[in-house]
């Protein structure tokens, strides 16, 4: 078979969409999709949400790719190129989670500074048993930070670092996580925007490599009730036009050493708390995963290095100085959810919020925090919609899409329990 070109975007629920296109595609590009897609909830059920045009007759949206952008996929003779959205006038959709980033990204710029960003993924793999019921992956030797044979029995994860590698990602890390059979995977720090392409390609070719030996990887938030639940890290930082890490107070960091950027953004973050959940933890197992004393950025509160706490300020300085945010997972769209954690840290660094105390309770047993995010998806939407400031630095647009198809979502799922919540959507995630 001749080359060919896998073009995709990410939609408003983090499914990977696209086309297989000829090898004549092999440059700067584009392709027609049906911007109803964005009115399409995970049951096929076609919804007349805002700005998908379904009742306006589905008309065409168009992604657009660069030819610098296409990269050799982990298919045979397959490249893939990931693009912006552009609705049928030719302007730039503003429902494109892409351009919602890219959004971010340009903000901080007026500051001078350039976010550098590095994203942290759980999950889980399952197989099916022998009447099709997906149960957890046997790797009954698995331990945290496990490796080899007993973590990985079929090592499908050695295929996926060959991939990553062939596919020119740099890994920081793949490990076992707390739970069996529970991983992680690591990309190294990159432009933001390079940074969410690179893992939002991972995960897709990380699924799809597992599924080859058998093993359905879902990143969904809480896949088996009783285990711990997989979330989506976002650590971040700024470059500033000298190439210098700008949150960086110098070689020391720890929360003795934030300077006045480093703490306006943990003050927004604090602030925007309960707001950002309904985008960066936007389904209902998100809620089965956000308790109080689950190391999942429950609590409105920061700290230094705590496992427990929501924002995590690094104890290193220079030039690998971060903040860490820990209340998303991979239930959420990558460029969405980094593009609201950036947004969040924005409005707290320009209005000069306040700095809380940090968080001198355990976690466990202990806190300082009173509140924490919502319940469930619902409220969690409720308290989205009222904080319009963040709304709005996000997209107006976007924000009014994803309310109306996550109350829907709850009305879909508020009823299902265990084994039919999970199945409504692991294929997806």
Not at 82 to 108: E, H, M, T, Y
Not at 351 to 356: E, S, V, Y
Not at 387 to 401: K, M, W, Y
Request: hydrophobic share 40%; with cysteine.
């Amino acid at each position: 078979m001749n080359d060919r070109l896998r073009a995709m975007f990410c939609d408003h629920l983090a499914i990977m969409r696209g086309k297989y296109l000829p090898a004549s595609k092999i440059g700067d590009g584009g392709s027609r999709f049906c911007q109803s897609v964005f009115g399409t909830h995970y049951d096929r059920d076609l919804l007349n949400s805002p700005g998908s045009k379904t009742y306006e007759g589905l008309p065409d949206m168009e992604l657009r790719w660069r030819k610098a952008d296409i990269r050799d996929g982990w298919e045979p003779n397959t490249k893939v190129v990931l693009g912006d959205l552009f609705d049928q006038n030719g302007a730039p959709l503003s429902l494109c989670p892409r351009g919602i980033l890219r959004k971010a990204v340009d903000d901080w710029a007026t500051h001078g500074l350039s976010p550098k960003v590095g994203i942290e993924l759980e999950a889980y793999a399952m197989q099916a048993d022998d009447d099709g019921r997906l149960i957890p992956y046997d790797a009954p030797g698995g331990v945290v930070y496990g490796t080899g044979p007993f973590a990985d029995p079929l090592r499908f994860n050695d295929r996926i670092w060959q991939a990553a590698e062939d596919m020119g990602f740099r890994l920081e890390m793949i490990t076992a996580e707390f739970d069996t059979p529970q991983f992680e995977y690591t990309l190294q720090f990159d432009d933001a925007l390079k940074a969410v392409d690179d893992i939002v390609l991972f995960k897709q070719m990380a699924r799809e490599i597992a599924l080859e030996f058998g093993v359905v990887l879902t990143f969904m938030p809480k896949p088996i009730p009783e285990a711990g639940g997989s979330g989506m890290h976002i650590n971040f930082s700024f470059v500033d036009k000298k190439g210098n890490n700008a949150i960086a107070s110098g070689e020391t960091g720890g929360p003795d050493n934030m300077n006045d950027l480093a703490r306006g953004c943990v003050a927004g973050l604090v602030h925007h708390h309960q707001g950002l959940a309904g985008l960066i933890a936007p389904t209902a197992p998100s809620y089965m995963r956000l308790q109080p004393g689950s190391l999942s950025g429950y609590w409105q509160n920061w700290g230094g290095d705590h496992r427990n706490v929501t924002t995590r300020v690094s104890g290193e300085g220079g030039a690998k100085a971060r903040l860490e945010h820990r209340m998303a997972d991979a239930s959420a769209n990558p460029y969405v959810a980094v593009a609201a954690v950036l947004q969040a840290a924005r409005l707290g660094f320009e209005n000069k919020h306040d700095l809380p105390p940090m968080e001198t309770g355990d976690g466990f047993e202990r806190n300082d925090a009173r509140v924490g995010t919502a319940l469930n998806l619902k409220k969690a939407i409720e308290h989205l919609a009222a904080d319009q400031i963040l709304a709005e630095a996000v997209g107006t647009d976007f924000v009014a899409n994803h309310i109306y198809m996550k109350e829907k979502e709850f009305r879909k799922t508020k009823n299902l329990e265990a084994d039919a919540l999970r199945d409504f959507y692991i294929w997806f995630l």
